[in-house]
Each structure stands twice: as structure tokens, then as C-alpha cells.
């Protein structure tokens, strides 16, 4: 084979088929050997290359021009995250991922300061996609040994990032319904910003009096106002928002509306807060009037603002198909029952989307499944659902490849989700589903552990793409 491949200009070298050192008569012949000896390895080491950027069956992976921004995370789901990449996605995508560990160890050692250049990365580039993390409580700082009781993770994200945060169940129809006439999707619309999640909250000792005071930069008046006198110990809280805040989420939720084709509400408690809830109310009003009102219109859909209390009932009496736009605090409640209402908190998508819609973080609804890990660290088998975790993966690429434009990503995106979706309907699942269809359930016969679970999907996947 090497002498065809040479014989055209090195006939010197192959009398006689041979190869070898008694055929170098002289130094001039072996130069020239040794010449295309090298060119031949070269050769060698890239069709080598080539090859390992392809599946086993040869199917090119697909190229993602631009980087997504990795975090990392804890406990149970940071053992399931790394096996949906290494198994669910590298595979299939040449993808440069730049990668942030949000484990509570690191963010410990770092001062958190990782969770804030994780942050900056995404708004770099343009796309992140997150585990889930720990927030720790009292008991965690003493568990870990942090130095101190750091904020929330996904608080300082949104925080820096100031987007919306949009979570949507994926339905499954075998997976019955706590809420049986939700018959179709809700869109929980949250604000990703200020509020509870910035607040200042501390502990009063004693008798005394709690003011706040707002100072103008510009030398206006003060502000002050007394809040509370005090006859013993107590708590107080301050939080805050801001106009140019709310104004993006109330354009987000309106987009998103818009694209949906759904109806669009927005809840407050502006009876009680008057001022702070009342300015939310305000805002949404003037931007729908002066920006949407027409394009709502010719889209047949509608807006409205109730009070919270009266939409969490209504929600519980209709059927779905809407975008409820949520305050911080609210959407972190109301996502979860919403989640678990169409049948596991595992099966949520979620997504931070900045008003302009240039930035996505994709992030799974659920924590890090303590109760689970525990067991894991114990040797014993568990069956974690990974669906909301793989989703964060397919809805933060589906946005890379609508950025790029990359229409092969978005298939492959929309793919692997259908894959999921398929397997779970096809009686492959975690135990978390299949008590919601009876309840008394076997491992083998009615679910499957987390290592087999995904071991279907990745068996599945590459039915599904040939592989």
C-alpha cells in the first residue's frame, strides 16, 4: 500500500516492494524517505482528526459557531448534568463551552465572585446554561463550613442580567394531572429582579423605631418615613425596584404573549401595596396602551391586570394557554405549582430572557435534589428525573441556534426533546412519574433508575439521529 501511495515519485525507494534501510544506498535517498515518511504520519494524524469529530456512524457533529456559558452545580443534579453533557451533547455538537463552577464549594472559595464573572460571560456571549445550585441556610454554612450564608445564585444572575424568567411545563400524556382541566400549557412570567431576592433584612433588638429615608443624589428633599415602633425584638425588611426594570419585564411578557399567541395577565396585590404593587399596574398600562394594545388586537389575544389572590383562583378554573406575568416572589411560588400541577416539578422548563432579547439563561426549575444525593453518597440506587436539567441544555441551544441562525442546532434541539418526551410516553421513567400514575410502583416494572433513565434517552437519541 505504501509503495502505491509513493511509487509516482520515489521510485528509488521501492525496488522490489521493499521498504527498509538496506534499500538507502546513500544519504540523499533516505532524506527523501524519511521526507514523505513524515508527510505520510501527517496525513495519517489528520484523517485521524476528522474522524473523531464524528459519531461512531460517521455523522458529522454539528458546528456551533459561537460559545455557550456552562454552570455547574450541586449535589444530585450535578451528577446528572454531567452525564447529559458527556453523553446527550458533546457528543452530537463541536461546541465551545466555557465553563463556571457554581458549586457552593467554589463559589465559597471565590467569594462568590465566580457567580458574578458567570454572569458576565452570559451576557458576553450571548447564551448560559445552568445546573442547579444551593442557596445556602444556617445549616448548610455549617455543613460546608462557608464563610458566610452567600445569596442565591440565580438571584445574582438575574440580578446582573435583569431579565424575565419564563417557565413552561412539558407535558407528557401519560403523566396525569393533579389539576385535571389543565388540558394545555401555562407560561409563568417571572420578574427576575429586586424585590425579596435584593431585599435588606435584619433582626431588631428591643424597643425602638424603624424608619427608612430615601436621600436624592441631585440635593432634593429627603424622604423619610416611620414604619414601626417597636415594643420588643422583631425583623424588618426593605427592598426595592425600579421603573427601567419593570419596563423590560412588562416588553418581555408582552413579546412573549405575542409569540405564543396567548393571552397575557399580570397579578399584583396593588390594594395592599398601593404604591409598590401600584407602580407595577402603571407601567404595564401605559406600555400595553402606547406599544401593544394594536398588536394585541389584531392577534385576537388579550391583556389584563388582576389582583393575586383572584388570578391564582382563576388559573385553578381554566383550562391553560396563557402568560401570566408574575412578581419575583410570586412566579417563584406560582412556577411551582403550576410545575407539579401538570404532574412533577422535574418537568419544567426554564428560562431568564433579557427584555431586548438578545440573552437566554436556560436553568433547570428544580433544586439539587438533596434527599437523592444523599442516598447516592450512601451506595444506594436512586431514580432522579433529569428532564428539566436536559431541557436547560436544549432550550439554552435552541437559543444559540436561533441567535446563529443555526437551523441543524435547533433540530437537533427539538430532537432530543421530543426523545425524552417519547420515552416517558413509551413507559420508560423515573419514579417521581410513575407514582403519579398508580401508587404503589416497582423499580423494573413501573420505573427505572436515574442511570438506566438515561441511558434509554441516550439509547433513544441515537436511534433517533441514526447513530
Known amino acids: 500500500m505504501v509503495s502505491v501511495l509513493f ?34 504520519i501527517k496525513s495519517i494524524l489528520y484523517i485521524w482528526a476528522v474522524c473523531i469529530t464524528k459519531t461512531t456512524s460517521g455523522m458529522s457533529k454539528i458546528k456551533v459557531e459561537n460559545p455557550v456559558v456552562e454552570l455547574d452545580g450541586d449535589e444530585m443534579t450535578r451528577i446528572i448534568w454531567k452525564f447529559i453533557k458527556d453523553k446527550l451533547i458533546t457528543p452530537y455538537l463541536d461546541l465551545d463551552i466555557k465553563y463556571y463552577d457554581l458549586g457552593i464549594e467554589y463559589r465559597d472559595q471565590t467569594d462568590d465572585q465566580v457567580t458574578i464573572d458567570a454572569a458576565n460571560a452570559i451576557k ?30 440565580n438571584g445574582t444572575i438575574r440580578n446582573i442580567l435583569d431579565g424575565t424568567v419564563f417557565r413552561e411545563p412539558i407535558v407528557m400524556s401519560n403523566v396525569p394531572r393533579l389539576v385535571p382541566n389543565w388540558t394545555a400549557p401555562i407560561c409563568i412570567g417571572r420578574h427576575a429582579f429586586g424585590d425579596q431576592y435584593r431585599a435588606t433584612d435584619f433582626l431588631t433588638k428591643g424597643k425602638g423605631k424603624l424608619t427608612v429615608k430615601f436621600t436624592p443624589e441631585d440635593g432634593g428633599p429627603e424622604q423619610s418615613y416611620e414604619v414601626f415602633n417597636f415594643k420588643g425584638d422583631g425583623v424588618a425588611l426593605t427592598m426595592y425596584n425600579t421603573d427601567e426594570s419593570i419596563r423590560g419585564f412588562a416588553h418581555a411578557c408582552f413579546n412573549q404573549a405575542l409569540m405564543k399567541g396567548w393571552p397575557l ?54 383550562n391553560g394557554n396563557f402568560v401570566w406575568a408574575c412578581k419575583n416572589y410570586d412566579g417563584d411560588v ?12 422535574g418537568l419544567m422548563t426554564s428560562t431568564l430572557v433579557t427584555p431586548d432579547g438578545t440573552v437566554m439563561e436556560a436553568e433547570a426549575a428544580h433544586g439539587t435534589v438533596t434527599r437523592h444525593y444523599r442516598d447516592h453518597q450512601a451506595g444506594k440506587p436512586t431514580s432522579t428525573n433529569p428532564i428539566a436539567s436536559i431541557f436547560a441544555w436544549t432550550r439554552g441551544l435552541e437559543f444559540r441556534g436561533i441567535l446563529d441562525k443555526n437551523q441543524e442546532l435547533i433540530d437537533f434541539c427539538k430532537a432530543l426533546e421530543e426523545v425524552c418526551i417519547e420515552t416517558v410516553e413509551s413507559g420508560k421513567m423515573t419514579k417521581d412519574l410513575a407514582i403519579t400514575i398508580k401508587p404503589k410502583v416497582e423499580h423494573g416494572t413501573d420505573y427505572l433508575y436515574t442511570e438506566e433513565f438515561l441511558a434509554a434517552i441516550d439509547e433513544n437519541l441515537k436511534k433517533r439521529l441514526g447513530k
Open 265 to 318: 395577565y399580570l397579578s399584583t396585590k396593588n390594594t395592599i401595596l398601593k404604591k409598590y404593587d401600584g407602580r407595577f399596574k402603571d407601567i404595564f398600562e401605559e406600555i400595553y396602551q402606547n406599544d401593544y394594545k394594536q398588536k394585541f388586537e389584531a392577534a385576537g389575544i388579550t391583556y389584563e391586570h388582576r389582583l393575586i389572590d383572584d388570578m391564582v383562583a382563576s388559573a385553578l378554573k381554566w
Open 334 to 345: 406560582q412556577s411551582d405549582t403550576v410545575a407539579q400541577g401538570f404532574g412533577s416539578l
Open 124 to 153: 458576553q456571549y450571548g447564551v448560559g446554561i445552568k445546573c442547579a445550585t444551593i442557596t445556602p441556610d444556617e445549616a448548610r454554612v455549617a455543613e460546608f463550613g462557608l464563610k458566610q450564608m452567600w445569596k442565591s445564585p
Open 7 to 40: 511509487s509516482k515519485n520515489s521510485t528509488k525507494l521501492y525496488k522490489n516492494n521493499n521498504i527498509g534501510a538496506n534499500n538507502c544506498h546513500n544519504n540523499e535517498t533516505c532524506d527523501f524517505s524519511l521526507h514523505y515518511l513524515i508527510k505520510l
